[in-house]
């Protein structure tokens, strides 16, 4: 309900779910001076050293603040929410780590724009050479000739593939061949976390279902869901509403079952980065996912099933998913 003569606070008129821990917290951020604390202790920790706390007046001389007393006061509004009092000063709570994290990952070390670049991988829909681009804080990989397998909605580019959150810091040092497996990387191991039930956001709960479009058509991306397949798996954080959805023939959703780890094992198709440059680390490991040799059907809807397919020279292997994207049976065809 839309609230026209509110005369609430604003923090407070906006918080619904979010409650009033999460606006006193807000709050507390609302001065620069604080933040600069939080900057400051985050600057003066270094990892792995025994004692990271900083004292009051090594922490008011970072901050370069004269007043003590309002140093000490915005000092204190910290403690408890953002920053931890210890016998030898001031340290970051982990959530005061994690703002600072976010804000740092969110900004990275250099501009986050890349216009498409092509990378050498053809469209698994089309085969035509594939690019790269980055929007929105997601790496996004586009095939630079067919639709893709979602619709653009007008503020993205054409022919998407997939979109994969990355940080702007994810950005940092890395060709485009790197920024694909990077951003691949990431979303193989933010779905695995989801399908064990922790959201990598906030470590809550994940609530997770295939879900299928009810008027699909029946060619190429569909006007009424926007997508290529009719069943998508979806994943959303009920604590904060971090939410994924994955082709089911996607390699991230079920790449970690013991049945499939133990397939390509047994089958010498290696199922991780080869490490032989840091930067540039080759992708064995997608090949698998845009050769096509893994696909999937929707074989029921009430409740939906759906059969995922990896196949391997003649060798052959179906995971059968459940409504609530459990593997529930397991085939393998030699
Ligand atoms: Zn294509
Ligand atoms: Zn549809
Ligand atoms: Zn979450």
């Not at 790269?132 to 007008?154: K, N, Q, S």
């Not at 009719?230 to 954080?237: E, I, L, N, P």
Request: aromatic share 8%; proline share 5%; net charge negative.
């Amino acid at each position: 309900m839309a609230k026209t003569n509110s005369t609430e606070p604003p923090l407070k008129a906006a918080a619904g779910a979010a409650g009033s821990r999460a606006t006193e917290a807000f709050s507390v951020l609302g001065h620069e001076t604080r933040l600069a604390i939080l900057l400051a202790l985050w600057e003066a920790y270094e990892p792995f050293t025994a004692e990271s706390a900083v004292t009051f007046a090594e922490l008011r001389k970072r901050v370069g603040m004269r007043d003590g007393s309002q140093f000490n006061y915005h000092l204190k509004q910290l403690v408890g929410h953002f920053v931890r009092q210890t016998d030898s000063g001031y340290e970051l709570r982990s959530t005061g780590f994690q703002l600072v994290q976010s804000v740092i990952a969110g900004v990275g070390l250099e501009d986050p724009a890349l216009d498409p670049t092509e990378v050498d991988r053809a469209c698994p829909v089309c085969g035509a050479p594939t690019a790269i681009t980055y929007h929105d804080e997601a790496l996004m990989h586009v095939c630079t000739e067919c639709e893709g397998r979602f619709g653009d909605r007008g503020q993205f580019p054409g022919g998407i593939l997939s979109s994969t959150g990355l940080d702007p810091a994810g950005m940092t040092d890395r060709g485009p061949e790197a920024l694909l497996n990077a951003a691949s990387i990431r979303g193989t191991w933010n779905t695995q976390s989801a399908l064990e039930g922790v959201c990598t956001g906030c470590s809550g709960p994940i609530d997770r279902w295939l879900h299928v479009c009810d008027d699909h058509a029946a060619e190429g991306v569909c006007s009424t869901c926007e997508r290529r397949y009719a069943v998508m798996a979806r994943f959303r954080c009920p604590v904060c509403k971090a939410s994924a959805q994955i082709v089911p023939s996607c390699s991230w959703l079920v790449m970690h079952h013991p049945a499939v780890v133990a397939f390509y094992y047994d089958h010498d198709v290696p199922l991780q980065y080869e490490d032989d440059d840091a930067k540039s680390f080759q992708p064995r490991y997608r090949e698998i996912d845009l050769k096509e040799d893994i696909d999937h059907e929707l074989i029921a809807t009430d409740p939906p099933r759906v059969r995922v397919t990896f196949q391997h020279e003649d060798a052959e292997l179906e995971l059968t998913l459940d409504e609530d994207v459990n593997v529930i049976d397991v085939n393998e065809k030699a």
